[in-house]
């Protein structure tokens, strides 16, 4: 019989034809390179130039903001703990949150000028009072490459100088998606942090897709005049998240009418279907010999659709358990699984539990139960 284990998470597993686009790209995008990808999904869905190390302009604080959101999404940084501005951090150039040198401020409103305008004063505080200096900060933004399998180093904790490919980008979004902190501001549009004199920075999130695309709730964007117009960005529609990136527009209008022809391009190509939910019966009252009970629902342990393109045809489902079970069963064992099928072949196998322990009522057991009992009373 074969086993699979449970992932415990929503499972999207893309089917589609990738390569067979025939001429040209199948959307229109106005931008040195771009991606666009499924979480999850090692190869992007669509891409040009997607490999390619290019400068980013502010997108290379990604990599800092994402670490820094992930420290509060575990609790190594709690919004209400209070930071005090180096000389250092005060005197960081670019989009600021006008932090003073001296000056103490919660964590929690740095946070919001790291995410919504990437203030490199905001990251830089953040960064050294969190973790002690800012090598340590900058180590540990080395180690959050490393985990999403991106070979880039850096040389500071802002990125200086560091080139980034649009699929680095995406694999980056992807993380902050999944990120409480960094999602919680990344959809605001405007906000304020209070210093502590009571004095107040105003906070403008440059994505306009934020409002202006359904679904968008992020991610972040840069702009440099030499190196165009950058961003990241994620939307979620049906419980399927994309991510695109696109690098080097000539405008501001351009990068969000990109991202918004990749998303448009997704939404009208691809469609979710659901397959089963974490703890569903998917197979009820089924036969059990020798055990307590004469039949057992067998369920899921994990959430998991397939995202299929919508000239693809119906998936169907057959299940690989014996029938009869025979006891004993146990609720954290496999018992086999859901088969899902495509035009005749396996995309994609859930693995299903007996809902409930089933005690064994053969001979042999009854009697070792007899045996243990007589044991315990001391014949």
């Known amino acids: 019989m074969r086993r699979f284990v449970s992932l415990l998470l929503t499972v999207f597993i893309l089917l589609l034809p990738v390569g067979t686009w025939g001429e040209g790209e199948p959307v229109e995008v106005s931008a040195s390179a771009w991606c666009l990808s499924l979480p999850g ?3 992007p869905l669509l891409d040009k130039k997607g490999t390619e190390p290019m400068s980013v302009a502010g997108l290379r604080k990604l990599p800092a903001v994402l670490t820094l959101c992930r420290a509060f999404d575990s609790g190594l940084i709690a919004e209400s703990t209070g930071m005090q501005v180096s000389p250092h ?6 989009p600021t949150a006008f932090l003073e040198s001296g000056e103490r401020i919660e964590a929690g409103e740095l946070l919001k000028a790291a995410v919504m305008i990437s203030a490199g004063d905001a990251i830089v505080t953040l960064g050294e009072n969190a973790f002690g200096s800012e090598s340590v900060f900058l180590n540990n933004i080395q180690v959050t490459l490393k985990e999403l399998g991106i070979d880039r180093t850096l040389t500071d904790c802002l990125g200086t100088g560091v080139a980034f490919s649009a699929l680095d980008l995406c694999t980056l979004g992807a993380a902050a998606a999944k990120s409480q902190h960094f999602c919680r501001w990344a959809g605001q549009y405007m906000e304020h942090i209070v210093h502590s004199g009571g004095r107040e920075t105003e906070l403008v999130n440059a994505n306009r897709m934020i409002r202006s695309y359904s679904g968008c709730f992020g991610l972040m964007t840069g702009s440099q005049k030499e190196e165009g117009y950058t961003g990241v960005f994620a939307v979620k529609r049906n419980d399927v998240v994309y991510v695109a990136a696109v690098i080097g527009a000539k405008s501001s209008e351009d990068r969000f009418a990109a991202a918004g022809s990749l998303f448009d391009y997704a939404f009208a190509t691809f469609q979710p279907v659901r397959l089963t939910g974490a703890g569903e019966v998917a197979a009820p009252d089924w036969p059990v010999l020798s055990g307590d009970r004469a039949t057992v629902d067998l369920v899921a342990h994990e959430d998991a659709s397939l995202l299929l393109n919508k000239s693809a045809g119906k998936v169907d489902r057959r299940l690989d358990v014996e029938d009869p079970l025979t006891a004993p069963l146990y609720a954290d064992v496999t018992v086999g699984s859901a088969v899902f099928t495509l035009g005749g072949e396996e995309v994609f196998a859930v693995a299903l539990y007996p809902a409930a322990d089933v ?10 139960r007899v045996g243990r009992s007589y044991l315990r009373t001391g014949g």
């Open 89 to 94: 951090a005060a005197s960081i150039s670019g």
């Open 41 to 43: 999904r090692a190869e």
């Open 359 to 368: 005690a064994s009522h053969s001979l042999v057991d009854l009697l070792r």
